[in-house]
């Protein structure tokens, strides 16, 4: 399967502290992106990284990208309690731009 | 902030029954997706149009599906004859591009009794 999977399946972590969640991947991508989805809801986009990128920010999200070893990783620091989520890393591949999701990390921000 | 928008947001239907999904994607955006997320699963690809065609489709689109985009704004999906194992929450997605932002809507959760 071409579909990435995410580690940890679930985190749970107290505001304030850095949440860090991993994304592997088998075959060479085009890019990467990441979305939250809260319960039930819709999913929400927050980065994409590009094959040919290492590390990109938005506030206080940062998401590095490592080829040679096919895994991503999303930094949330400073987290609050509404980070609390699922957050889920999809990849799209060259010969399509069809998303291909994770399973996901559900994150729990405590207040 | 544009936003895309899809309708209704919840659909109970009688198997055997036709459901069409509604969506209204980013107006300057070129490509639609449909997806699709069983109940704590991951979220699956169905369809993706461009040009007024299928340019992908995965092998859950079957004969039973079929996508329109009917005016310059709307986006639809139709199930012709729904299962039970349709039951999923449906979402729309646009993108300005091939390999940029896909946006995702609210999703349409469908139950099909």
């Known amino acids: 399967s071409q579909q990435g999977e995410e580690d940890p399946q679930a985190l749970s972590i107290q505001e304030g502290e850095n949440a860090t969640m991993n994304c592997s991947y088998k075959?060479?991508?085009?890019?990467l992106q990441w979305y939250r989805q809260n319960s039930g809801r819709g999913l929400v986009h927050l980065i994409l990284?590009?094959?040919?990128?290492r590390e990109k920010h938005s506030g206080r999200l940062r998401v590095t990208l490592d080829t040679s070893k096919k895994s991503s990783s999303l930094l949330i620091t400073a987290s609050r309690a509404a980070d609390t989520a699922s957050y889920f890393c999809?990849?799209?591949?060259?010969?399509?731009?069809?998303?291909?999701f994770g399973t996901g990390t559900r994150l729990q921000v405590f207040p | 902030e544009p936003e895309v928008t899809q309708t209704p947001s919840h659909q109970v239907t009688q198997m055997g029954q036709e459901v069409i999904l509604r969506c209204v994607p980013i107006?300057?955006?070129?490509?639609f997706y449909w997806y699709r997320q069983i109940l704590g699963q991951k979220v699956e690809f169905l369809v993706s149009?461009?040009?007024?065609?299928?340019?992908?489709k995965s092998e859950i689109f079957d004969d039973q599906f079929s996508v329109e985009r009917p005016d310059g704004s709307n986006f639809t999906l139709k199930i012709r004859s729904t299962k039970l194992e349709d039951s999923a929450m449906y979402f729309c997605?646009?993108?300005?591009?091939?390999?940029?932002?896909?946006?995702f809507g609210p999703g349409t959760r469908l139950t099909v009794t």
């Open positions: 997605a646009s993108s300005r591009g091939t390999f940029y932002e896909q946006y």
């Open positions: 075959t060479s991508i085009n890019n």
């Open positions: 990284i590009r094959s040919n990128e």
């Open positions: 999809a990849t799209v591949y060259p010969n399509t731009d069809k998303l291909i």
């Open positions: 107006s300057n955006h070129l490509y």
């Open positions: 149009f461009y040009n007024n065609e299928i340019s992908e």
